[in-house]
């Protein structure tokens, strides 16, 4: 049986961002430690506007192909991994516009947060972006990665873990992996009825 895909996002999008290290070294120990096949999405590559669809997503009623290859995308995934920066204590605007480009998408995904900063480790950007994916219907769990301090990990465009960032990794991995089996029935009915012809 195929394994149930994770989508490992990165979250920011400006130019010398440093997601793509960190997004990196997650989707490669996920591939290397879970029972997920992990995706890495790179929300600089999907690179989408500024929200720009004239009806409320949960219509499905897109009219821009940025948007039908974003739900293509996110209808494909099991579960998610956001890797996220904190801007001014809050999710990276490019986080909550992907986020709110679509609805039914998400719905009955378990979501995981891997976020860095300086001392607070980003965590209040996580914590207001893991309100939306609620309100999303996904199932945001609090086991989560927390990096403080993360330009300390960095040298040569890497990004090295140290044994808190894989325990907690490790952690939120099989938990993610629970609850996106405990949620596979829910995900089944709805592909069949919301998302049906998706
Ligand atoms: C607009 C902006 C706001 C920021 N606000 C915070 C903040 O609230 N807390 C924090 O720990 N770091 C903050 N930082 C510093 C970021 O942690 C650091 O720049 C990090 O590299 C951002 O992630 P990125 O490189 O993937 O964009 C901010 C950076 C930017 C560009």
Redo the contacts with the bound molecule.
């Keep these: 049986m195929a394994l149930p895909k994770l989508h490992v996002v990165i ?2 999008t ?1 130019p ?4 793509p290290m ?1 997004g990196r070294w997650v989707h490669d120990f996920a591939k290397e430690k879970s029972a997920f096949e992990p995706v890495l999405v790179d929300l600089a590559d999907v690179g989408l506007p500024l929200i720009d669809e004239p009806h409320h997503p949960m219509r499905r009623q897109y009219q821009h192909d940025h948007t039908k290859a974003w739900s293509r995308s996110v209808n494909s995934a099991d579960a998610f991994v956001f890797v996220t ?6 999710p ?1 605007p490019s986080l909550l516009n992907a986020m709110d480009y679509l609805y039914l998408e998400w719905n009955y995904k378990p979501a995981g947060f891997v976020s ?7 965590m ?2 996580s914590a207001r972006a893991a309100m939306t994916a609620a309100t999303l219907k996904m199932m945001p769990i609090p086991e989560s990665v927390a990096v403080p301090n ?2 300390s990990q960095l040298a040569d465009g890497a990004f090295t873990a140290n044994e808190l960032n894989a325990a907690g990794a490790s952690a939120m991995l099989k938990e993610l992996a629970k609850w996106e089996e405990a949620l596979r029935g829910l995900r089944a009915t709805h592909r069949a009825t919301a998302l049906a012809g998706a």
């Design positions: 979250a920011s400006r010398g961002r440093i997601g960190v920066p904190e801007y001014n204590y809050g990276p860095y900063g300086g001392v607070s480790g980003g209040r950007g993360v330009f």
